[in-house]
């Protein structure tokens, strides 16, 4: 009988020895430090995530931590631009090649969970006694898109929700102030930019404000929460678009509001990059933009004045009654491949419990990008050091999630499409939406028929 | 045949041959200015590639640096492995410059100067390879190149592009004007089949093959999606693949990106100029006189 | 002086008197023929592993349905149905034709009339060839963020044609100039390629027709039109074909700069090909679309062939 280097032998050491390995494993419990020798079989995990300057280098350190304390399993840890990761993860599902364990945008989860090509994940493996303990430990809104049928497919990780940006010291020019005059409904965020905006002729000095317009998936971000607090809907129960309408017509009436209605915005003008949304607010050509929370980093290679006088300041989603504003809460989910082994998926189950297990670390490292847990970090006098970060939790737990839809980037194209000819080629609402809502029903009939 | 000679052959077929030299003068302006146009958007890179992050945005673009940022090169190159990319992607291009030097020279030339039948319907196959964009043909070829165990190695990154059909046509179409007299002499003379592809038509096709090496190493130096696709490992990545992931770092200056763009211009720039000179001497032997 | 014409393919043989002769040409033909195959065969079969193989597979795939992780089922013509009821089908078929068209044209036009003037010896002028071809090198993602900044409604271009009595121009925001946008930036970065292979060719003409033609007093426009041009037809012939399957194919290029918006104003089959395929998860149907890009180069191509074919036997 074999002796573990610790001490007197476990009874894992007896089960192991006669040879039953593989039910050893399956009854595991997360061994730390071994001080030397591999009784344990090596496993090796390929993990892939995509980049962000300052998730990632955490996301990196944890794992390197994880391998040291676990010397048997070895992590192949890749990361790819944001928009490439999807294609690689499709094509490695395709080809076989995918990797064992990932990180999954949340609105993707319906598609990957209908394909059946995620494994379950065991709670109790991540440290929960129950399901429900589980789904309790994080908001609704999140879990919602990562279980099915009763059992949870993804483990959230960072989620946030999307604030107005203000730039405090324009607000200041024009004699308001940021902390008391911030807009609370639509009416209102009209109303303020349009008395932040500067004109030079038919030229835009400063835009009030300014709406993303590069990316489908910003639009639909955008778009969600002014949807929904007009009470209207993506879908109605049997399936059929409904974004056209009168809720429908309402909610893009507001949305192209602030640039038509008061003239605050020109959607043509913008040198936002698909990397840097925020480019006007940043350089303040725009005074307010609706954003994830921003990084300091990026204010500071981007504005070092907005940056050390520390102007730019997050407030609540305007909504359409007057502080019954909400956004968009949308984030990334710790996956694992279905077709990973045994021995893959518990290692993958012990990575992700560590990597999650120290939350404050990850904020000194990944501010403001919150978390989709709800306990074990907010209250930490480290988080609240950070100015305004109440305001961007409270987005965040207060936000509506993207529609579950299984074709969620045709909507997202759809939709993209037609805010693009609402707004730069000034097209007729309700035909425009009857025209996207369209599209929807037919790619949505494609899927059903495939 | 002296260069003096070749220059005024040259300008034989030129528009403007016994020019007085106002006209000259003025179709160089306008030449210069046409080039000066085209050359806009890359003097912009460069300019940018030595300026402070802050100013990439700015819409009233400052042309003279006030201040000149040399340190974007170091800096940006040290972000990520770039030199390893770099290597990477040279080892590829060169690789695939070479093969394609070669076997669409053979082909070119068998298309051009033999009438088997059904060479046009072989011209049209082969021409069919540029229709079907990658995407629809990514996934096959990825398995073809899995089933040889070359994902995340240099040959999966080169096995699709070792023959263009571009290549081969480009070959095609310059073997196609020298004239078959030679070809035929040579036969009655006995020479065999390879060298007189060697020594009588390669010879007349310089400029066609300095092109073909040319956009050859220029075209799999700039490829993105097969080497995304075929690639999940760091040390094996092309410069493109770094390129678009160091778009997505903020907290850089974004000035250094425009550093590492236009250092990726160099290699095939070096290499342009020096085959330059064997287009603009190019032919040696020319009309059966 | 060089005959042009020669009605015999390979060239006039004298010799042995007809009977032998014939014996052995005969044979010498077909050993020549077997070495025209063989000298292409290395080319087609590595086309045939690692091009006929997928495409075929590809073209399988478009009466398939294929979500790229479970099997395939087979659909039939389902795919292509779908297509033909899609008005944005319609409407990016439309754009790709436009596109293809547009940026063809004006690429070899441009591209010929650039290898011309420099080939006009002007001193210098081989400079600004190459400082032109150097547009043609810059890396695809420097491309589309410098046009984008350029194309701005504030940006250089609007700044230069201001003053010329122009109003603001949304270049890549309007319908009406985004599809120009992008052809405008298309032919500007692959004139230059197509000039020096026109270049290339130009310095390969034979100099004894020109000397004649301007013993005979030909201007130069008829030197032009009745020299140079005909001589150019096989790289005419390959710019065109070549310029049209590229701009079939582009993607990365008018994706990045407008994501084929505003609306679907600069959306071209190879962005729905995409989209159809890596973002809605339908190969199959991506594959159709694909397979009729196709069927449109195969024919334009191979109408190219026949065209071309007769201004070759100047050659042959």
Known sequence: ??????????????V??????????????????????????????????????????????????????NPHVRVDFQWFAFGDLGKKISVGFATGTAPDGFVSQDWFMPVWLDKGLLAPLDVKQLGYDTFTAFTGDFAKAFVDGA????????????????????????????????????????DQLGEVAKRMTVKDGDKFVRQGFKFAMHSSQWTMIQYNPILLQSDGKWFDDSGKCTINNEAGIKAMTIRASIAQKYGAEDPADSIATNPIPGMDFLKERAS?????????????????????????????????????GFSTTYGFNLVINGKASAEKQEALHNLYKFMMSDLVDAWKDAAPFTFAKRTGWADNPEVQKFPYVNEIIKAKDEGVFLPRSLVFNELADSMHRAVQKVMLSKADIKKTLDEAAAEVDRATAAYKRA | MTLEVADSR????????????????VGLVLLASLAFAFLVPILWMTVMSFQEGGKMFNLRTEWIPAVWHFENYPNAISRAPFVQYFINSGIVSLTVMATNVVFCTFAGYGLAKFRFPGSGLVLLLILSTLMLPLEVTLVPTFLIVHKFEWINTYQGIVAPLLIDAFGVFLMRQSIISIPSDYIEAARIDGAGELRILLQII?????????????????????????????????????????????????????????????????????????????????FGLSGLK | MVELTSSEPY???????????????????????????????????????????????????????YDMVSTPNFVGLDNYRSLAADPIFRETLINTLVYIAGSTILTTIIGLSLALAINTGIPGARHCMTAMFLTNLMPIIAV???WRFLLHPYGLVNQILQPLGFGRIDWLTSSSTAMPAIIMVTVWRFAPYFMVIFLAALLALPEDYYEAAELDGAGAIRRFIHITLPLLMPTIFFVVVVSALLCARIFLMPYLITGGGPGNATRVLSMLIYETGFSYLKMGLAAAISVVLFTIMMGFTALQIRLFARSEQVYM
């Open chain 1, 288 to 324: 307010m933009f609706f954003c994830h929370p921003l990084p300091i980093s990026l204010v500071k290679a981007e504005n070092p004045a907005m940056e050390a006088e520390n102007y730019f300041r997050p407030v609540q989603y305007p909504g359409v009654q007057t502080g019954k």
């Open chain 3, 144 to 146: 589309c963020l410098v």
């Open chain 2, 202 to 282: 390669v010879p007349q096709c310089v400029p066609a093959l300095s092109v073909l090496a040319i956009f050859s190493f220029r075209d799999s130096w700039d490829q993105f999606l097969w080497p995304l696709t075929v690639v999940s490992i760091d040390r094996l990545r092309t410069y493109p693949l770094g390129l678009v992931q160091f778009g997505e770092e903020y907290g850089y200056p974004a000035t250094e990106q425009m550093a590492i763009a236009a250092l990726a211009t160099l290699p095939v720039f070096l290499l342009f100029l020096i085959l330059q000179r064997s287009i603009n001497r190019g």
């Open chain 3, 11 to 65: 060239g006039s043989l004298s010799g042995p008197p007809p009977v032998a002769r014939r014996f052995w040409q005969i044979h010498h033909r077909q050993r020549i023929r077997l070495w025209g195959i063989a000298f292409v065969l290395p080319t087609l079969m590595f086309f045939a592993v690692f091009k006929y193989g997928p495409m075929m597979w590809a073209i399988e795939l478009s009466f398939n349905s």
């Open chain 1, 1 to 14: 009988m074999k002796k573990s280097a610790i001490g007197s032998p476990t009874r894992r050491d007896v």
């Open chain 1, 147 to 186: 279980t099915k049928d009763g059992k949870v497919y993804g483990y959230p990780m960072w989620f946030y929700g999307y604030c107005n940006y203000l730039n405090a010291k324009q607000f200041k020019e024009v004699g308001l102030n940021a902390e008391k005059d911030w807009p609370q409904n639509w």
């Open chain 1, 16 to 69: 192991r020895s006669i040879g039953v390995a593989g039910l050893g494993a399956a009854v595991s419990v997360p061994i730390t430090r071994r001080a030397f020798g591999q009784t344990k079989k090596s496993v090796d995990i390929s993990f892939w995530t995509f980049d962000n300057p300052q998730q990632r280098p955490w996301v990196q350190k944890r794992v390197k931590m994880f391998m040291e304390q």
């Open chain 2, 10 to 25: 040259r300008n034989a077929n030129g528009l403007m041959r016994h020019l007085p030299a106002l006209r000259k003068t």
